[in-house]
Every structure is written in structure tokens, then in C-alpha cells.
């Protein structure tokens, strides 16, 4: 990838916009705007680790919300 193109935030913004919104998180509970969504990907992803047989919740809450964390930060 270029880094002059404008559309590359490279990934010490990415990592940043993460810090920056599981500490918004974290500070403001419910009342973040990420907090349910992210939730929402927790639990989705718990609920496919318990149907799944090569799952455990564990790991598909894990990765629920860390799906969903990035469909956050990546807008």
C-alpha cells in the first residue's frame, strides 16, 4: 500500500481509534454509543459458539465482540 494515499490510516490510527473507543467504553458504560453494538456482537457470537461444535462460547463471545468492535472503529 502507498503511504501518501489518503484511504491508508495505517495501523497506528486504527489501533488508536480502538484505544480511544474501548476507553469511551469503559468510562461511559451504556451510554457510549459502541457499547450495545458491541454487546449485541458478545452475545451473537456466544450464542454461535454454543451451536457451533468447533466453538466454545468463550471464543465466539470473544470474537462477536471483537467483530463488532471493528464495524465500529472502521466507520
Known amino acids: 500500500m502507498d503511504q501518501n494515499d489518503p484511504n491508508n490510516r495505517g495501523g497506528k490510527d486504527w489501533v488508536e481509534d480502538v484505544k480511544t473507543e ?41 470474537a462477536g465482540a471483537g467483530i463488532a468492535l471493528y464495524n465500529r472503529v472502521k466507520k
Open 22 to 62: 474501548v476507553t469511551g467504553m469503559a468510562k461511559e458504560g451504556m451510554h457510549h454509543p459502541s457499547t450495545k453494538p458491541v454487546l449485541t456482537g458478545a452475545a451473537i457470537g456466544a450464542l454461535a459458539g454454543v451451536l457451533l461444535p468447533v466453538l466454545t462460547w468463550p471464543v465466539g463471545l470473544a
